[in-house]
């Protein structure tokens, strides 16, 4: 059974640090792609990053480039999203989802077939 289980989510002030983790498994990791998501109240869910299966390729939104950065451990299973310079327009819920076979890195939601649960993230000013 595939899941993708994400945690480390929590309340942090404006300009500090979190890091998400995404813990997966039931699937060949070294396969598939991972993306991170985020949904924030009457908001549709947003592409935040996406990482290659090979680690080698990583992909970031706009609005999150230069103070967000992704990882992959593969010994692990793990994929990581460390978050920097928060601000209150980070808050949202944030997802780690796989990529469907035989799709790559995006941020198109159908090219993804399975989902976390989330987990809250909330920046305060």
């Known amino acids: 059974e595939v899941q993708l289980v994400e945690s480390g989510g929590g309340l942090v002030q404006a300009g500090g640090s979190l890091r998400l983790s995404c813990a997966a498994s039931?699937?060949?990791?070294?396969?598939?792609?991972i993306g991170w998501f985020r949904q924030a109240p009457g908001k549709e869910r947003e592409g935040v990053s996406c990482?290659?299966?090979?680690?080698?390729?990583?992909y970031y939104g706009d609005s999150v480039k230069g103070r967000f950065t992704i990882s992959s451990d593969k010994a692990k299973n793990m994929v990581y999203l460390q978050m920097n310079s928060l601000k209150p327009e980070d808050t949202a819920v944030y997802y780690c989802?796989?990529?469907?076979?035989?799709?790559?890195?995006?941020?198109?939601?159908?090219?993804?077939?399975?989902w976390g649960q989330g987990t809250q993230v909330t920046v305060s000013s």
């Open positions: 039931g699937f060949t990791f070294d396969d598939y792609n």
């Open positions: 989802a796989k990529t469907a076979k035989y799709y790559g890195c995006s941020f198109y939601r159908s090219r993804y077939d399975y």
């Open positions: 990482i290659s299966n090979s680690g080698g390729i990583t």
